[in-house]
């Protein structure tokens, strides 16, 4: 099955500096790549998804590249704010034939003051 | 809760014991998931069902088990074979093309 693998673990970064969050696939066939935020006892939420047949997407602070050759995506967070620290889940799927999705293990990112 | 909600928000469990987690979906989403979520870790699934009367196995469904019976529910059932429940459960929903909406969660613990 897809192997998502996820890094860093922790990421410490000034209020106001960028963090970035790398994850790498297994399965070439993989073709969709949601990033969900989790705040401390909450549930997972989507911020942004990205599709194989485009190379990069944007939303405001947030951005996510794909490099399919590699098998590797990434999370781009700019300006962060002390309401971005949270746990970060990248996850990877096979769509249409599979609606599950292979998360990697999170990151927790912390934005100092 | 976004259209899907999980029930109860909290449970405790004796040695033995099984017990059933509630998630119910309004959202009209065909999918349905449960992963186990432990402190620091990501994400494991349990158990999916992406059609009623229809479920999977994920990479951790021993000691689970589930029913398909409706579109809006798809409950979760932790068994006494389960050695290891002490956990964050999350129930998710999708429709065939996006992604995961999640509940709440439930907390469940051995006591």
């Known amino acids: 099955g897809e192997n998502v693998e996820q890094h860093p673990s922790t990421l410490s970064v000034q209020e106001g500096d960028s963090a970035v969050i790398k994850c790498t696939y297994s399965?070439?066939?993989?073709?969709?790549f949601p990033w969900y935020k989790q705040e401390l006892g909450k549930r997972p939420q989507l911020i942004i998804d990205?599709?194989?047949?485009?190379g990069e997407k944007k939303d405001q602070r947030i951005a996510v590249t794909l490099n399919k050759t590699a098998k590797h995506f990434s999370l781009h967070i700019t300006e962060t704010q002390p309401e971005d620290s949270a746990v970060y889940f990248c996850a990877a799927s096979i769509r249409p034939r599979d609606y599950k999705l292979s998360f990697g293990a999170g990151t927790t990112v912390t934005v100092r003051a | 809760d976004g259209g899907i909600t999980q029930s109860p928000k909290y449970l405790f469990r004796k040695e033995g014991q099984n017990v059933t987690l509630s998630c119910e979906q309004n959202?009209?989403?065909?999918?349905m998931y449960w992963y186990r979520q432990d402190p620091g870790q990501g994400l494991r699934l349990i158990y999916y069902?992406?059609?009623?009367?229809?479920?999977q196995k994920g990479d951790i469904a021993e000691g689970y088990s589930v029913s398909r019976e409706k579109k809006e529910s798809f409950p979760l059932t932790v068994t006494s074979a389960q050695k290891n429940p002490t956990a964050f459960y999350l129930c998710a929903s999708s429709p065939p093309d996006f992604s995961h909406t999640f509940g709440s969660g439930t907390r469940l613990t051995v006591v």
């Open positions: 069902s992406q059609i009623v009367n229809d479920f």
């Open positions: 399965d070439s066939a993989s073709n969709y």
């Open positions: 959202l009209n989403h065909d999918a």
């Open positions: 990205i599709r194989s047949n485009v």
